[in-house]
């Protein structure tokens, strides 16, 4: 068996929890495999980028001049603290899964040593606020983040805690817990962008110590009372408008929003309280019911990083912000282990293989920080908000070392396990080995999934087992072992007698799919998507003939597609389009636009786009004129 070490959620055995996590290793992805490949390039490429970058950028030299070690100003944004948390905690995940990693290993115990050496001596810890504003610490939480990178640094501390490394980084962030919670138990504040709340919970789960999961519930019952200054954008963006039990909508800032909602479903299942997961489930009935993009993106406004009303979706405006995508998974992933729903499931595959995936170059060095459906030909790319290629790095650097802690705990979003069975959600080559009611379960799968419909997984086990294998919202048609898949609640359970090991194939039909969009999304009536699998597929200038311009290519409604392939693209699809050039060079005419010459269109990937050179893309297509 793999060494058990417990993954970033981990609900106690007190809580009501409808599935329990597999242990961070119980899955392991084969090499070779799409997840496994981009774990393997995070461990090598992506994770040692950020490491350099926190030097290169200043992070860690804002720690040092509290220390006393460099002089200067403090560099970008005020809570860059985070980006060292949050990078502290995908080394923790990494050596969880890799202890050999001597220059990892070095990396977190040193930074773990110099954010031992900043701490003040009552537990308070904020480079910023300890060096240029101690008169302002904890007065000014609408802007603040003193709480938010307090967040990060106990889910730093909680990865290496259950990794069994950086035990200094531990005692570092009980001390700061234990000063918030002296500090803020008693009084009326929350701070404007939430992540202490999962992560305080988290904390209780490591240690037991029931002051965080108190003070926990404290700031999500105390949210929405306009206790903050929302004079920016208002108490909306914020999500201090409204408390979060009898709010009907998701609104404002994405990021705040699904950080507050994972944290309200860990509170929810800690303390059994069954109205605040039911509005978990009306907020995410909201959120993905009229806010989310086709990629599982959301945010659809720039000004304020935010929702926008219902069905405001606009593709080239789209903000899609990476790290409120990999949110969206971390909720989902609560809403899934709480009530064993499938469709939270479906979101997370959605994110992870379109808005997730595509926010990183097949370099692993280059992020994207927002995520649109649609860039025009001659967009002006020259800023960091809305670039025309994926940057190294930002100054405001919440993505990458995000990307870097999701993709090196990655393993331990495969499978779940309840009383009686063993339930498979994200579909990958690798391996599974855990134990069921006490039994040891070994599952190897065999699959070349997302392109390859086909998963065959071998099971060995000596007691009888569920096995409950996902079955996509997408995958109509679904067989199993050849014959039509019966479907309870999203799953096709499997029971047998898997002694000396007995294999199950599972077959999704993947054919290429024209998606349209709900009539209300205004912005891109008249349009369709193409799908296949999980994947949405987009139309790149680089595939075009010469001469073409993106905006004037149209698809055949009735058009059939053939699968192809690209260097590095390992499905293509190409459908019949055709190119519809303007009567004339008017704004705005009264002349009707001809029907052009059919052509052969060929789509990738959304999460492969920008990745050969900077140009146009597209998601949603024109219709041709029939």
Not at 147 to 156: D, E, P, S
Not at 196 to 203: G, K, N, P, R, S
Not at 289 to 297: D, N, P
Not at 519 to 531: E, L
């Amino acid at each position: 068996m793999t060494e058990r070490i417990l993954g970033p959620v981990h609900p106690t055995a007190a809580a009501r929890s409808a599935l329990r996590p597999l242990f961070l290793g119980a899955a392991a992805f084969a090499p070779g495999s799409l997840l496994g490949d981009w774990q393997a390039r995070n461990a090598s490429r992506t994770l040692p980028h950020c490491v350099e970058q926190l030097d290169a950028a200043g992070a860690l030299d804002n720690l040092r001049r509290v220390t006393g070690e460099v002089d200067g100003e403090h560099r970008n944004m005020w809570f860059a603290d985070s980006d060292v948390y949050k990078t502290l905690e995908a080394a923790a995940w990494q050596l969880g899964r890799d202890p050999g990693d001597a220059e990892l290993r070095a990396f977190l115990d040193t930074t773990a040593a110099l954010v031992a050496k900043a701490q003040e001596d009552d537990g308070y810890l904020n480079s910023y606020f300890t060096a240029d504003k101690p008169e302002l610490k904890w007065r000014e939480l609408h802007w603040s983040h003193e709480l938010y990178c307090a967040g990060h640094l106990i889910q730093a501390a909680v990865a290496a805690a259950r990794a069994g490394v950086g035990a200094q980084l531990v005692t570092v962030a009980r001390r700061f817990a234990d000063l918030i919670v002296e500090r803020f138990g008693e009084v009326d504040d929350v701070d404007g962008h939430p992540e202490i709340e999962t992560a305080l919970v988290e904390l209780y789960r490591v240690t037991g110590h029931r002051p965080y999961l108190d003070l926990a519930l404290r700031f999500v019952d105390l949210r929405g009372r306009g206790l903050l200054d929302g004079e920016r954008f208002g108490s909306r963006y914020l999500q201090d408008h409204e408390p979060v039990r009898t709010a009907d909508e998701v609104a404002g800032h994405v990021v705040r929003q699904l950080y507050l909602l994972a944290g309200v479903v860990d509170v929810a299942v800690e303390t059994r309280d069954d109205s605040l997961l039911a509005a978990a489930r009306r907020l995410w009935a909201d959120a993905f019911g009229a806010k989310t993009y086709l990629t599982g993106a959301q945010g659809s406004r720039h000004r304020d990083e935010a929702f926008g009303d219902p069905y405001e979706l606009p593709p080239d405006r789209a903000y899609g912000e990476t790290c409120a995508a990999i949110a969206s998974f971390q909720w989902n992933w609560r809403m899934l282990l709480a009530t064993g729903e499938s469709r939270y499931a479906d979101e997370m595959e959605r994110a992870l293989y379109n808005a997730i995936a595509g926010s990183t170059a097949v370099d692993g060095t280059h992020f994207f920080y927002s995520n649109p459906l649609h860039l025009r030909t001659g967009h002006d790319g020259s800023h960091e908000d809305a670039p025309s290629q994926r940057l190294p790095w930002y100054s405001c650097a919440c993505c990458p070392p995000n990307l870097a802690r999701l993709v090196a705990s990655l393993s331990g979003y495969v499978a779940t396990a309840d009383a009686g069975g063993l339930q498979v959600h994200l579909y990958a080559a690798g391996t599974i080995q855990t134990t069921v009611d006490g039994v040891d379960v070994r599952v190897e799968t065999r699959t070349e999934y997302p392109w390859d419909g086909r998963v065959e997984l071998t099971v060995t086990t000596r007691a009888p087992l569920m096995l409950a294998l996902r079955i996509p919202a997408w995958a109509e048609g679904a067989l199993v072992d050849g014959a039509p898949a019966e479907v309870r609640d999203g799953y096709a359970e499997v029971r047998r007698d898997w002694t000396g090991g007995a294999t199950v194939t599972l077959e999704l039909p993947m054919p290429a799919r024209i998606v349209r969009p709900h009539p209300r999304i205004d912005a891109v009536r008249g349009c369709v998507a193409v799908t296949r699998g999980p994947l949405v597929y987009c139309v790149e200038q680089a595939d075009l003939p010469g001469g073409v311009t993106l905006e004037d290519v149209r698809i055949d409604p009735a058009t059939a597609f053939a699968a192809g392939s690209l260097p590095d693209v390992p499905v293509t699809l190409i459908a019949r389009g055709s190119v519809e050039t303007p009567a004339s060079g008017e704004l705005y005419g009264t002349g009707a636009t001809a029907a052009g010459e059919p052509f052969e269109l060929t789509a990738i990937p959304y999460f492969l786009w920008g990745n050969r050179a900077p140009g146009p893309m597209r998601v949603w297509l024109p219709l041709a004129l029939t």
